[in-house]
């Protein structure tokens, strides 16, 4: 049967089933690249290749350029309200890239008084693409320090741009300790970073799942009122 001549309710179902797949195949993949050894990033990245390089972890050594943190927020981590603190890293060898360090309180980042590491430092984390802005996010404006999604691009270019080596790359550093390790880092300031796990949501399933229960709720529904009226017909005269 032609797709076209297929009823709505049916091709929507359809649709649907094929987006359930594409997403879980998306996040099988995901979640396969995030157990592989982490990538050490060349002197100069190929910018046109980082989509398929998104959700690697990534090695990286250099300096943290504090003159130009930017703050990305509001956001809310276990109640706690704050933003996300990124900073550029000046790699000891190779070009400026952009490091989101992690969570820092509303109060902590507000007054700048976030813990500061000096000197050359490690950074573990996963590339990451420019955030998808949804319709509800309010514009940033760099030049007052609001940053309300990360834009890549434009931060790149707050930072100094290409004429300072800085290239549109983005890396959310990893945290892997334990509840009591983030209380610890909140409470002194240090960002706290994002696990090694794939965020992508799956709302695919959900819709899915909510259609056929629906659909099998009507068709009970429809059941039961056809044996009422046989019922109903029965108990006539005749």
């Known amino acids: 049967m032609n797709l076209l001549h297929l009823p709505p309710a049916v091709l929507s ?17 995901l979640e396969e690249k995030l157990q592989r050894d982490p990538l050490t990033l060349p002197r100069h990245i190929n910018l046109s290749v980082l989509p398929e390089f998104a959700f ?9 350029d504090y003159s130009h943190a ?3 927020g509001p956001r809310v981590r276990d109640g706690t309200h704050g933003f996300h603190l990124v900073v550029p890293l000046v790699r000891t060898d190779g070009s400026t890239v952009l490091v989101d360090r992690g969570f820092v309180s509303q109060e902590v980042g507000e007054s700048g008084h976030w813990a500061k590491e000096d000197g050359e430092i490690y950074v573990q984390g996963l590339l990451r693409t420019t955030q998808v802005r949804n319709k ?3 514009d ?11 834009d890549v691009p434009a931060m790149a270019e707050y930072a100094g741009g290409e004429s300072a080596n800085v290239q549109p790359v983005y890396v959310e550093e990893i945290f892997e300790g334990h509840a009591g390790d983030a209380s610890t880092r909140l409470s002194q300031g240090i960002p706290i970073g994002r696990p090694a796990t794939v965020d992508v949501r799956n709302s695919h399933a959900s819709y899915v799942v909510t259609w056929y229960s629906l659909s099998a709720l ?3 529904m429809f059941i039961r009122l056809l044996l009422r009226q046989r019922r109903a017909r029965a108990r006539l005269p005749r």
């Open 56 to 64: 690697r972890k990534v090695l990286l050594k250099g300096r943290l």
């Open 218 to 220: 009507t068709t009970v």
């Open 13 to 29: 179902t359809k649709q649907k089933i094929e987006r359930l797949k594409w997403k879980v195949n998306l996040i099988d993949d």
């Open 70 to 72: 930017m703050l990305v």
């Open 140 to 150: 940033n404006h760099p030049e007052k320090g609001l940053w309300h999604w990360a």
């Open 136 to 138: 509800f996010t309010p």
